[in-house]
């Protein structure tokens, strides 16, 4: 009677077994895969925000010329190649070059006029699709509250980074029998306030 109870324990032993252990293997490739798209996707915040960041600090209207700028490859201070650059060697080892994309938004007053205006986009790389153009945001410009004649009422610059990154993935970090499929593109956006106000 005990010699039949424990064969049929090392029998069901036996047939749970392999389900325990594959179910223990798609856990911690899923745990893996997330903590991947996670870091990824860290790291492309930090790099949209620097980027923004770089560009509010920056960026000096007095320096600009709307001929240059017209081509949507550059401005007076920078070129969209050197921000796509910069961003390439921040982002995780891995994504290929050319799936990085980069569109840099601007919007300004113009100092003649008044009006607030967005420049021509910085644009290189990979496609980006921005799904909120900076004219939504442009409420959230501050004006000038200083007493010099030449601030006095003026508004701010907005800055809009968007990075987007295709394929971030290879194929056999993706796993499909588990119903466990990663994005193939990944996007940040970040919005500054510029340090210059128009003169």
């Given at each position: 009677m005990t010699s039949k109870t424990s064969s049929k324990q090392?029998?069901?032993?036996?047939?749970?077994f392999p389900f325990i252990v594959v179910g223990s293997l798609v856990i911690v490739f899923g745990l893996v895969s997330i903590y991947r798209l996670m870091y990824t996707q860290t790291r492309l915040d930090s790099t949209a925000f620097m980027l923004a960041d770089i560009v509010a600090r920056t960026f000096d209207d007095k320096e600009l010329n709307p001929a240059i700028a017209?081509?949507?490859?550059?401005?007076?201070?920078?070129t969209a190649r050197e921000l796509l650059?910069?961003?390439r060697r921040t982002l995780p080892m891995g994504i290929a070059p050319?799936?990085?994309?980069?569109?840099?938004?601007?919007l300004?007053?113009?100092?003649?006029?008044?009006?607030?205006?967005?420049?021509?986009?910085?644009?290189?790389?990979?496609n980006c699709i921005v799904s909120s153009s900076i004219k939504n945001f442009s409420g959230l410009a501050p004006q000038s509250e200083r007493d010099e004649k030449a601030l006095k009422g003026r508004t701010a610059t907005?800055?809009?980074?968007?990075?987007?990154v295709e394929n971030p993935f290879s194929l056999d970090s993706q796993f499909e029998f588990i119903g466990l499929v990663l994005p193939n593109?990944?996007?940040?956006?970040?919005?500054?306030?510029g340090g210059r106000y128009a003169l």
């Open positions: 090392r029998g069901v032993a036996s047939i749970e017209s081509d949507g490859r550059s401005y007076a201070q920078f650059t910069i961003a050319e799936n990085v994309g980069l569109k840099l938004e601007m300004r007053q113009n100092s003649a006029s008044g009006d607030i205006e967005q420049l021509p986009p910085l644009i290189d790389g990979a907005l800055v809009q980074a968007t990075i987007c593109r990944l996007t940040s956006k970040a919005l500054m306030i």
